[in-house]
T-cell receptor, first 116, second 109 residues
Framework: GAGVSQSPRYKVAKRGQDVALRCDPI?????LFWYQQALGQGPEFLTY????????KSGLPSDRFFAERPEGSVSTLKIQRTQQEDSAVYLC??????????????FGPGTRLTVL | DAKTTQPNSMESNEEEPVHLPCNHS???????IHWYRQLPSQGPEYVIH???SNVNNRMASLAIAEDRKSSTLILHRATLRDAAVYYC??????????FGSGTQLTVLP
């Protein structure tokens, strides 16, 4: 069956450019998460959606980061005016339910963003 | 914030058992402990989860201490394909998972 897919897999941007990263969650999954993973570190939470509602964006590092999930399925993470410190792997995960402690998150392969 | 502590790295010989420890002293009574692993250039992959009693699945076993402040992931026979970073995590009061730096498992042929 289809898992979580992300595109592009790799993105190189010049400093100051805007980028958009796409996540296609598993069909029917209610919850969607974005994480940022720096080299050699574990993933760090960015934001969480329940269907189309963004319920938590406390992990977004600055107002240059924006995420949306307008129809409750596909999500886009947008980074405006990229900086070198934005270079990381951006992971998307989805889960079936409205987050209960037993829920399993299914991760996509990530988008590796390099800002030059 | 949910916080876990794991050794940075461990080594195992192929086809031998591996015990990966994790401390989670701030866990609450209702939080499930989850283990994920991440192979190079891939997203994290679910391994196992549990609440109080020990759990087994086709990938691994999870042994949870009676006070729930620590747990151990057990790979019964490590293979080269098990080489990965293993993360122990739980959600705490938040919805998201909080990952530490994980344990880099090296499997020696």
């Amino acid at each position: 069956g289809a898992g979580v897919s992300q595109s592009p897999r790799y993105k190189v941007a010049k400093r100051g450019q805007d980028v958009a990263l796409r996540c296609d969650p598993i069909s029917g999954h209610v919850s969607l998460f974005w994480y940022q993973q720096a080299l050699g570190q574990g993933p760090e939470f960015l934001t969480y959606f329940q269907n189309e509602a963004q319920l938590d964006k406390s992990g977004l590092p600055s107002d240059r980061f924006f995420a949306e999930r307008p129809e409750g399925s596909v999500s886009t993470l947008k980074i405006q005016r990229t900086q070198q410190e934005d270079s990381a792997v951006y992971l998307c995960a989805s889960s079936l339910y409205r987050i209960v402690s037993t829920d399993t998150q299914y991760f996509g392969p990530g988008t590796r963003l390099t800002v030059l | 914030d949910a916080k876990t502590t794991q050794p940075n790295s461990m080594e195992s010989n192929e086809e031998e058992p591996v015990h990966l420890p994790c401390n989670h002293s701030t866990i609450s009574g209702t939080d499930y402990i989850h283990w994920y692993r991440q192979l190079p250039s891939q997203g994290p992959e679910y391994v196992i989860h549990g609440l109080t009693s020990n759990v087994n699945n086709r990938m691994a076993s999870l042994a949870i201490a009676e006070d729930r402040k620590s747990s151990t992931l057990i790979l019964h026979r490590a293979t080269l394909r098990d080489a990965a970073v293993y993360y122990c995590t739980y959600s705490g009061s938040a919805r998201q998972l909080t990952f530490g730096s994980g344990t880099q498992l090296t499997v020696l042929p």
